[in-house]
Structure formats: C-alpha cells, structure tokens
C-alpha cells in the first residue's frame, strides 16, 4: 500500500493563490471521488478541510477548495495567509477496503 | 464539546502488547464509524484500522494486520486498540479519529483525539 503521492514543499507569498496535487492510481484516487485533504500544524492534530474531493466542512475558510481529474487530486488555497502555513495531506481509498493518506506537503508561506 | 480522548500510550519491549482507548463525547457515538490513525515521529500519516458503527465490519491496514484489533463499546463511548506482538516501526503518536460516515469504508475524518504516544524499544 504505498502512499499517495505529494510533493514535499511548496512556498508561495501570502495573497497569492497555490495548488497542491495528489496522485494516485485508478484504484483510490480515481476510483471514487472520496478524496479528503487535512491541515497539520505543528504538534497538532490534523484537520479535516475537504472531503469528498470539494466539499468544505462547517467553518473551513471558502479560501479553501478541491478538484480532481482521473488519478489526480489537487487542493487550492486562495488568498494565502500566515496561518496557512502547515502540512497538507491528502486521504482516499483503495477500492473502499483500506484508507490511504498522502505523503504529505509542506506549505511554507514567505 | 465534541471531544476524543486518548489514552494508554507508552513505552514497551518488542514483543509485547498494549491497548490504547478513546473516550468519545460531544456527540451520538453509535452513529459513527471510527478509526485508528498513526504517525511516526517526523513523518506522516498512516491509517491503521477502522470499524463501522455496529462493529458489524472492520477494514485493517496490511502493515498491522493480525497483530492489531480494534474494537468499540457504544455503551461506554469508547473505542478501543489491542496491539500485539508490536515492533519498533510501531512506534508513532496514535489518534483517534471519528469517520463522516457510519461504515468504515467512507475514510474522511472529521474530528480527532489529540493522541497518544506509543513507543517500541528495548
């Protein structure tokens, strides 16, 4: 079961906009549109900022979005802000039996 | 308050066994699946188990099937992580989290425990 694949960092300016991708296969990420992403700042535990590749939980920011195509998932913050800098994982299924997370993406905000 | 507590974490010999729980409140329990989720010291995530509202279905990660159970008592509030014959790849911070959905097999996850630390040495 490997992990789905993140890039390890990405950095951007505060105020722009930036995507984070999410690549697997046919049998998780392109085999439903179950994918979920979570933020993790330091010594904290995750939270959950979209599930079911674009829907936001009560009280996530609408600076926050999801989309997919085929085997690629993609999680887009707008309008980034100090307090976006965390780690970034994203979350799927293989062929609904086993959960499958990201490696993870480190978001720095210069 | 929605909450998840977790407890049991620890430091034990190669070999041996331990049982984390998780004490849920702030919410219905048996309405919702709930899973185990690791991670290793500087690394990332890693789900584990997971098991549906009624404990009528439980999905196990490779990595610990057969030495893992998890299990949950609706009565209690409670969900539960026997660990067997653990090894030092184990070793990681161990949440509790609840599922979005009542089966197991729907893996987003909306509210976690801040965790418990498990650690396999000699």
Known sequence: ?110 | EVQLVESGGGLVQPGRSLRLSCAASGFTFDDYAMHWVRQAPGKGLEWVLGISWNSGAIGYADSVKGRFTISRDNAKKSLYLQMNSLRPEDTALYYCAKGLSSTYYYYAFDIWGQGTMVTVSS
């Open chain 1, 1 to 110: 079961q490997s992990a789905l694949t993140q890039p390890a960092s990405v950095s951007e300016s505060p105020g722009q906009s930036i995507t984070i991708s999410c690549t697997g296969s046919s049998s998780d990420v392109g085999g439903d549109n179950y994918v979920s992403w979570y933020q993790q700042h330091p010594g904290k535990a995750p939270k959950l900022m979209i599930y079911d590749v674009s829907k936001r939980p009560s009280g996530v920011s609408n600076r926050f979005s999801g989309s997919k195509s085929a085997n690629t998932a993609s999680l887009t913050i707008s309008g980034l802000q100090a307090e976006d800098e965390a780690d970034y994982y994203c979350s799927s299924d293989i062929s609904s039996s086993t959960g499958l997370f990201g490696g993870g993406t480190k978001l720095t905000v210069l």
